[in-house]
T-cell receptor, first 111, second 117 residues
C-alpha cells in the first residue's frame, strides 16, 4: 500500500506564481524526501528533511514537516515553465531502509 | 557520468516470455532497489538489496525474481511475463543504508518501459 498521498493530484499555475504541494503519510518515519520526475524520465532527488526538522530550504524550494499531523508540504517559489513535472514525496519508514512513495502531484507551469 | 544505468530502455514481450532487466551503478552504493511505476500511481517497491548477497521483498514481489550479482549490479527477472507487468521499471541505489543518517536521496536510472502483449 502507498505510504504517502499527495494533494492536489494536479496543479496548473502561471510562471512567477508559487506552487504548494502537500503530502500525508501513515507511519513513523526517519526522514521524508521530495523527488521530481520530468515526463518519461527517472526521478531526481530534490530535498530531504529529517523527522526532527520542521523546515528546510534549498534554492526556490521550501519544505515543511509536521510529524504530529504526519504531513509535509513543498513550496516552489517564483515558478518557471521548466518546473513543469510530477512531484513525489517519499518516506523512509522508521527502522527500515525501504523508501515508500506517494502518488504524486502533476505540476503544469504556463509561460 | 556517474549514476545508475538501466538496460534495455524499451522492451515488448509476449505473454509467457521471460526477460531480465539489467541495472548497474558506479557510485559504490550498498543498497539497490527495483520499483515499478504505473499510470496515476507512485512508485511501488518490488525488491531491494541492502548489500551484496542479500535481497528482500518489497510491496509487489509476485512474478519477479532478483539477483544481486555483485556490488554494482542488481538484475530483475520476469520468468513468465503477464500483461499486468506492463509498466515502467526503475532501478535506484542509495547510501548509507541507515536512513537515520541519510543525507542524500536515492539515485534513479532512466527507466525501462516494458509492454507485455
Amino acid at each position: 500500500s502507498q505510504q504517502g498521498e499527495e494533494d492536489p493530484q494536479a496543479l496548473s499555475i502561471q510562471e512567477g506564481e508559487n506552487a504548494t504541494m502537500n503530502c500525508s503519510y501513515k507511519t513513523s518515519i526517519n526522514n521524508l524526501q521530495w523527488y521530481r520526475q520530468n515526463s518519461g524520465r527517472g526521478l531526481v532527488h530534490l530535498i530531504l528533511i529529517r523527522s526532527n526538522e520542521r523546515e528546510k530550504h534549498s534554492g526556490r524550494l521550501r519544505v515543511t514537516l509536521d510529524t504530529s499531523k504526519k504531513s509535509s508540504s513543498l513550496l516552489i517559489t517564483a515558478s518557471r515553465a521548466a518546473d513543469t513535472a510530477s512531484y513525489f514525496c517519499a518516506t523512509d519508514r522508521y527502522n527500515t531502509d525501504k523508501l515508500i512513495f506517494g502518488t504524486g502531484t502533476r505540476l503544469q507551469v504556463f509561460p | 557520468n556517474a549514476g545508475v544505468t538501466q538496460t534495455p530502455k524499451f522492451q515488448v514481450l509476449k505473454t509467457g516470455q521471460s526477460m531480465t532487466l539489467q541495472c548497474a551503478q558506479d557510485m559504490n552504493h550498498n543498497s539497490m532497489y527495483w520499483y515499478r511505476q504505473d499510470p496515476g500511481m507512485g512508485l511501488r517497491l518490488i525488491y531491494y538489496s541492502a548489500s551484496e548477497g542479500t535481497t528482500d521483498k518489497g510491496e509487489v514481489p509476485n512474478g519477479y525474481n532478483v539477483s544481486r550479482l555483485n556490488k554494482r549490479e542488481f538484475s530483475l527477472r520476469l520468468e513468465s511475463a503477464a500483461p499486468s507487468q506492463t509498466s515502467v521499471y526503475f532501478c535506484a541505489s542509495s547510501e548509507p543504508r541507515d536512513p537515520k543518517v541519510r543525507v542524500y536521496g536515492y539515485t534513479f536510472g532512466s527507466g525501462t518501459r516494458l509492454t507485455v502483449v
